[in-house]
């Protein structure tokens, strides 16, 4: 079945740095890559994600990467703030919008120094 | 719009007992999956419900098992709890079809404790 590995499983950085988060997958029928926040005690929210047909996302500070070939896909924050404390899980599907099967990444633990 | 909303919110029960978790989808949402978050883990994938029938599965026991109401809601249920099921228990709505915005929203999920 799908495998999805995510790295660094915890990362530090100083407000106003950039953060980059990277997962790969196993199931190259996968073709729908979200990316989710969790703070403390609350629900996954959806963030950002991308389909197998682009190669880059953006949405403010949040960018995502995909390369099919190499089947691994990365997050990126720029200008990080306090509030983007959380923990991060990647996710892959073979759904073309997230609406089966999920499969997640181990998480990363993502926090901001002010 | 509520959102999915889970009930109840915590839950302890002893080893060997069974247990019941509830879920409302999000509003004009027909399919409800539900997902086991161990500490320190990604979200697991149990099942998928639409149509009151189970969708997909993933790895777990038949301990496992669930359903879901004409009114789209669903129930998780655990049979013979090990302290291994102590997680929380995400469900997560969304909408059947291959077009935009029907991807998956979550509910803020159940603590389960087995002791």
């Known amino acids: 079945g799908e495998n999805v590995e995510q790295h660094p499983s915890t990362l530090s950085v100083q407000e106003g740095d950039s953060a980059v988060i990277k997962c790969t997958y196993s199931?190259?029928?996968?073709?729908?890559f979200p990316w989710y926040k969790q703070e403390l005690g609350k629900r996954p929210q959806l963030i950002i994600d991308i389909r197998s047909n682009v190669g880059e996302k953006k949405d403010q500070r949040i960018a995502v990467t995909l390369n099919k070939t190499a089947k691994h896909f990365s997050l990126h924050i720029t200008e990080t703030q306090p509030e983007d404390s959380a923990v991060y899980f990647c996710?892959?599907?073979?759904?073309?919008?997230?609406?089966?099967?999920?499969?997640f990444g181990t998480g990363t633990r993502l926090t901001i120094i002010p | 719009d509520a959102g999915v909303t889970q009930s109840p919110t915590h839950l302890i029960k002893t080893r060997g007992q069974q247990v019941t978790l509830r879920c409302s989808p999000k509003?004009?949402?027909?399919?409800v999956s539900w997902y086991q978050q161990a500490l320190g883990q990604g979200p697991q994938f149990i099942f998928q419900y639409y149509e009151e029938e189970e969708r997909q599965r993933g790895n777990f026991p038949d301990r496992f098992s669930g359903h879901q109401f004409p009114n789209y809601s669903s129930e998780l249920n655990v049979n013979a709890l090990l302290l291994g099921d102590s997680a929380l228990y995400l469900c997560?709505?969304?909408?059947?079809?291959?077009?935009?915005?029907?991807?998956?929203?979550f509910g803020q999920g159940t603590r389960l404790t087995v002791v």
């Open positions: 997560a709505s969304s909408l059947v079809g291959d077009t935009m915005n029907t991807e998956a929203f």
């Open positions: 199931d190259s029928a996968s073709n729908y």
């Open positions: 509003s004009g949402h027909d399919t």
């Open positions: 996710a892959a599907s073979r759904s073309n919008f997230g609406n089966e099967k999920l499969t």
